[in-house]
């Protein structure tokens, strides 16, 4: 059963534009959401979470929008950068999930020049 | 200021053989959490310890699986008699306390294979 899906396995953006990454979720219990970032051979890194009780998060080039009632959020990196090339994963956990995370299947992005 | 420290990076054993994954959380991080990432799929939670504790154990498999966060030293993920459905990439966690809404800290993770 995958509570968090990420439908899209891989983007590919031209470099100064906006890159829009989304996640959609199944479990109306889930309190908080968080973006991770992971390069090859590397452990995941935190980008920017958002709790449920808010609709936007903003963090220098990366926002996230939060869609309760559609369950779905979304991640905006503006502008760009060929370093934002990575695996992107959208997660959600919950006060009564004791810390535990449930990830999407990530995607892949790709900023070219 | 060491991040999450895991190793070995790369771990290869055969069919049968057991395996020990360590996890040095950051200073001041008494809080560890394990996931597993399968080939093409996201990070599976595995286990959640606190010192000398396991507070959620739900997603490790019920055999073979354990884990151990001692008093004194790294947290431990063992795997006994590894089958090739073992082969993945196990990542370490650690946060200052139970809330996850700051993230993580990962490891670079180990990346076992069993041939």
């Known amino acids: 059963d995958q509570q968090v899906k990420q439908n899209s396995p891989s983007l590919s953006v031209q470099e100064g534009r906006i890159s829009i990454l989304n996640c959609d979720y199944t479990?109306?219990?889930?309190?908080?959401f968080l973006w991770y970032k992971k390069y090859p051979a590397e452990g995941p890194t935190f980008l920017i979470s958002?709790?449920?009780?808010?609709d936007k998060n903003e963090d220098g080039r990366f926002t996230v929008f939060l869609n309760k009632s559609a369950k779905h959020l979304s991640l905006h990196i503006v502008p760009s950068q060929p370093g934002d090339s990575a695996v992107y994963f959208c997660?959600?956990?919950?006060?009564?999930?004791?810390?535990?995370?449930?990830f999407g299947t990530g995607t892949r992005l790709q900023v070219t020049l | 200021n060491a991040g999450v420290m895991q190793n070995p990076r790369h771990l290869v054993r055969r069919r049968g053989q057991e395996a020990r994954l360590r996890c040095s959380p950051m200073?001041?991080?008494?809080?560890v959490y394990w996931y597993r990432q399968l080939p093409e799929e996201g990070l599976k939670f595995m286990v959640y310890?606190?010192?000398?504790?396991?507070?959620?154990e739900s997603g490790m498999p019920k055999e073979r699986f354990s884990a151990e966060f001692p008093k004194e030293g790294p947290s431990i993920l063992r795997i006994q008699q590894v089958v090739r459905g073992d082969s993945a990439a196990y990542f370490c966690?650690?946060?200052?306390?139970?809330?996850?809404?700051?993230?993580?800290?990962f490891g670079s993770g180990t990346r076992l294979t069993v041939v």
């Open positions: 966690a650690s946060s200052p306390d139970r809330v996850a809404y700051y993230g993580y800290t």
């Open positions: 479990n109306s219990m889930f309190d908080y």
């Open positions: 958002i709790s449920s009780i808010k």
């Open positions: 997660a959600a956990g919950g006060t009564g999930t004791a810390s535990k995370l449930t």
């Open positions: 200073k001041g991080h008494s809080h």
């Open positions: 310890l606190q010192k000398e504790n396991i507070i959620d």
